[in-house]
């Protein structure tokens, strides 16, 4: 399948699942008299307009390179990224003031049947968690792997309304509160992981070269090529879905530039016949003279 259908088919998969869901915490939250099932599905309306992004700047990473655009338009994946983070942090606010609201009006207690329903929403989120990480690391995708930590932070706030009811459930009377602390601990957790799907995104941005395994990679398949004998500078960034690389490969100084020239070709070609990853790949000619 192409790494383009992948990646927006596992989106798709992501909007359907976060609408569901949406659905029914709100219901369950309404009619269970608890705040925290609600507050959980606002994350998820907010999941669902931030897939919708991340489908959006998917398709337009994916275009090919152009006269402007050199190097394709693989940086609009982190830019989008930036824009869920916003979405997320905007959805904690909400999150955490009317959860303080909450703390300072009466309200009964949580019914039993919502811990049932949380137990299920859970499970099901952090399969979709294991589902969407294991597609972003093979499709090396930032946006992919925001929208994982999306299930995994609305597990994580599941699991702090199922701690928050089962509490006030327990305690009783004077209690109900804890399922209003419970939804203010949920935004201690999503802004922790904002900052988890915000940091790659601005790495990628900033072209920070920290791919050591890929680097060895490359200069390990470059001697494989008739003609190069070693490799030296190695700088690697990331756009979207590609890695674009500059590379000097060290050939034999007597040679002509013709047979550079035509031996840095077949290494360019020979490296992305080998890393299907890879985008633009720049060789750079050095001779090698014995002294």
Known sequence: MPRKTLAIRTVIFSMVSSLFLAAIKFLTGIFGNSYALIADGIESVVDVFSSILVLIG?????????????YGHGKAEPL????????????????????IN??????????????????????????????????SKKL?????KAEAWHHRSDAITSVAAFIGISIALFGGKGFEVADDYAALLA???ILYNCYKIFRPALREVMDEDVYEDLTQKIREISVQVNGILDTEKCFIRKAGMKYHVDLHAIVDGKISVKEG??????????????????GHVLIHVEPFVEK
């Open 102 to 135: 909450n703390i300072q009006t009466p309200h009964e207690l949580p019914k039993p049947f919502t811990l049932i329903v949380l137990g299920v929403i859970i499970i099901w989120k952090e399969i979709s968690f294991q589902i969407v990480i294991k597609r």
């Open 58 to 70: 998917l398709n337009y990473a994916e275009r090919p390179a152009d006269e402007n655009h050199p």
């Open 140 to 144: 090396k995708s930032t946006a992919l």
């Open 80 to 99: 989008i990224t930036f824009l869920v983070v916003v979405f997320l942090v905007i959805s904690a606010a909400t999150i955490a003031w009317q959860a």
């Open 261 to 278: 020239h035509h031996i840095s070709h077949e290494l360019k070609d020979h490296l992305r016949r080998e890393i299907p990853e890879l």
């Open 187 to 189: 935004v201690v957790f």
